[in-house]
Structure formats: C-alpha cells, structure tokens
C-alpha cells in the first residue's frame, strides 16, 4: 500500500514557480532590463512560470492614482512564452528583513501618518506595513487602510481583467511584513537576530486601547503583560518569565487570544475585501514558518509573530479555517528544512510543516509550498518532494544566477518530478502524508 501511495504521488502533477528578484521592477517603475533573460531562463527550467511583488509603494504613488505600467510590460512578455504568473499584493515595504536586496517603502501619503504603525515595548514604530489595529482608522487622504487595500485590488482587476486566471493564475494577497500574515515581531533594522523570540507588537495607541476594550470586567489586563525579555532572549533567560510561566496564566491567556485573535480578524477582513473584488481567482495568503523554539513549551518565537500555538491551541487550524470561509489557500515556508540542518534553539520544521499540512487538510484547503532559504542541492528537493502529496503548487525562493547555470541541472530534475514525469532518482521511501 505505501509503495502505490508513492507511486501516486509521484504521478501528481504540482506546478512549480520561480520568484523573481525583488528589484524586477525599479523604484523609479522601470521594468529591470535582464528580464527577458531572467523569462528565458525559467522558461528553460521547465518551471510553469514565476512570483513577482507588485508594490503597493510603486503602484499608487498619488492617492487613487494606480499606475501598474512596468507589470503590463511583464505579463506581455510572460504570455508570449505560454507562462504563468503568481503575483503578490505587495502592501508591505521591501527593505530591513532577511534577504532584502531593495528598498521600496510604503507609498508616501501613508508613511506621513502618525500612530498607525507596529510599535514594540520600546517605542520603536515599524513601518513596514500598517499595523491591523488601524485598518478602520481614517488617514489623512480621508481613507482607512482597508478601504485602501479594495480600492488598489479594484484597479489591478481593471488593469489586468483579460490576463486574471488566465495568465494571471494566483493572487497572494499581502497581510503583514514580508507579505505574511504576521507581527513584525522579528525585525532585523530593530536589533534581532536569529534564533532571539522577538518581541510584541502591541504598543501602538490603536492596538493599546483594544487590548484595554477586550478586558474582562473587573480586571485589570489592560496592558500587555510583563517578563517579555527582548528581540534576543531565549524563552528560558531571567527576563522572559511571560514565555516561562506567565503565558500560562489567564491573564496571559487572555492576551495571547486577543493577540492572535486581532491577526486572524485582519486576515479575514482583508481577504473579505479581496475575495469581493475577485470572486473567480484563485487568491492565497502566505503563513510565515517560524520554526526556532517550536519544541520549548511556550512556542515563543511564534507567539510573539502572532501564532497562539500553546496551551493546547493549535495556531494554525483558525487561520486555515479562515482562510477557508474566502476559498483561499495556504502558502507555507520552510519545506526544505530537516530538524538535523537546524539546531540550537529547540527547533523542529518537519513537525512544524507538518502541522501545517494538517490544519488545510481539515479545513479544506490547498496548500502550496514556498523553500525559507536559498538552496541548489538534492537534499533540500528531496525534502520538498517528500511533502508533494500534500502541495498543490511550490514557488522556488529565489531566481538567480546560480539558479541558471551550476544549479540548473538539479532544479530541472526537481520541476520535472514535481510534475509527476517518470522519477530518474528514487525518493528513498521517504513520502509524507
């Protein structure tokens, strides 16, 4: 039985997209000039087509004036060669995390507010992408953010009707920092580095009176609890006795659901917005994998990025659901990752992605695969294969010149048996769900 389960899953056919450079289109709304070669290349690999932001911060430089020209350009090209495009709804900034390469902010009408960003226990604001506590706050234009977000998907609809779901096949629609659904509760411009549990996010004035509103009567958990440590600490330092034994408490309960709760509730109101403006496309949203400290106790790297995944709460199964009440699918990272390439910080990704997987199977949604960090090898596609099953597409992090010439060889073998063509290296049995 489990040798016609591999057989089957080998015959799968799972479309693989590459993810250009960050910088495909330039800050000045030029269209890079290697990509036509870059096309070429992934063209070549067999890959069924590629991943592109489309950035808030280059498409609406004017309030409500959209100009979408340099990605016209690219879908042009892309149907000429019979590709398929995945594009990205880019509301976040491009600059400050790991492998950034560009810098594009937020559009400047939107940077210019006050009070609407990120704000960690320190005062530090984060202007990556407007924290979801002012998603109904009017800006200074007269507009909230959520009315921003439909208003753009209204125009990229206008602008690109005759290619959506055609060779438009996807949209991702961007929820947070780095286009995922999360808090930039690990930011590297604010001092963290890998593996610290970062920090809260919840200090800004919006997020600080909804904490207070969600008290329970006649309590007093007003405020976000103490013993966070900071960016750098372990779950087990002195100064992080929330991730020790306060997160077990009802008061710290009661923070972790209003905290992840706030998140979900933003994924479901930006979804709303995007599933109204696109009722026949398929639409994604991207779940950051967050795999240091997943075996300590507390979780405390994910609860700090929003993911209430302790005290016998599963983090992911209420995103999925959510996910499933818009028919949107679940993009996931790190499926390259084993545990033994990872160590130090009581991480587990296979248990991770795992736990993933099963939260869409249960609430009926489609999965698809994203690689966390940049790998040419086997061993990494091997990983990958093994999750197959369960993946309805794979998006390839990241082109590059490697990619195309010492590396193209083994990506080619990887899309050939992602497509289900005749394996000419044997899985090693080790196919998962």
């Known amino acids: 039985a489990a040798s016609s389960v591999a057989v089957a899953a080998q015959a799968k056919r799972v479309g693989v997209y590459v993810m250009l450079p960050l910088w495909t289109v330039a800050d000045d709304g030029t269209l890079n000039s290697d990509t036509d070669n870059w096309l070429a290349g992934i063209k070549d690999t067999g890959a069924d ?4 932001d489309v950035w808030w911060g280059l498409t609406e430089k004017t309030p409500e004036v959209y100009d979408f020209t340099p990605y016209v350009q690219l879908v042009n090209k892309t149907e000429a060669l019979g590709l398929k495009v995945q594009m ?6 491009c600059g400050g995390n790991v492998g950034d390469d560009c810098s594009i902010p937020l559009p400047e009408f939107v940077k210019s507010n006050k009070g609407i960003w990120y704000t960690d226990e320190q005062g530090h604001e984060n202007v990556e992408y407007v924290s979801l506590w002012a998603d109904d706050v009017k800006l200074n234009d007269g507009r909230t953010p959520l009315q921003m977000y439909r208003q753009w998907f209204q125009a990229l609809n206008a602008t690109f009707a005759s290619s959506l779901g055609r060779t438009i096949v996807e949209l991702q629609v961007g929820l947070g920092p780095c286009g995922e659904l999360r808090y930039p509760s690990y930011y590297a411009a604010n001092g963290w580095s890998y593996p610290g549990i970062g920090e809260f996010q919840c200090y800004d004035p919006h997020a600080l009176k909804s904490l207070a509103d969600s008290a329970p009567a006649g309590s007093n958990w007003t405020s976000p609890p103490a013993g966070q440590g900071d960016y750098n600490s372990k779950p087990s330092d002195f100064t992080a006795s929330f991730f020790q034994t306060g997160y077990q408490t009802a008061e710290g309960q009661h923070f972790l659901e209003w905290y992840s709760g706030s998140l979900i509730r933003h994924a479901n109101d930006v979804l709303g917005e995007a599933r109204s403006v696109f009722p026949g496309l ?3 949203a991207k779940v950051a994998g967050i795999h240091w400290w997943y075996d ?3 979780h405390a790297a994910e609860l700090t990025a929003g993911y209430y ?3 016998m709460n599963n983090a992911y199964l209420p995103i999925a659901e959510t996910l499933k009440k818009h028919e949107v699918s679940l993009d996931f990272t790190c499926m390259e990752m084993r545990n033994r390439e990872q160590t130090g910080a009581e991480n587990n990704p296979e248990t991770l992605v795992d736990q993933v997987i099963h939260a869409a199977q249960d609430a009926g949604i489609e999965l698809g695969g994203e690689n966390a960090l940049q790998r040419y090898d086997m061993t990494a596609y ?7 099953k369960a993946l309805s597409s794979f998006t390839y992090l990241r082109l590059s010149k490697t990619l195309l010439s010492s590396g193209l060889e083994d990506f080619k073998e990887f899309v050939r048996r992602m497509h289900g063509d005749e394996a000419t290296k044997a899985l090693g049995g080790r196919l998962k769900r």
Do not use: C, W
């Open 49 to 52: 087509g590629f991943m592109v």
């Open 88 to 93: 990205v709804a880019s509301f976040h900034q």
């Open 282 to 284: 398929r639409l994604a």
């Open 296 to 298: 300590n106790p507390s």
């Open 309 to 311: 995944n302790t005290n």
């Open 382 to 388: 091997d990983e990958i294969l093994s999750y197959k």
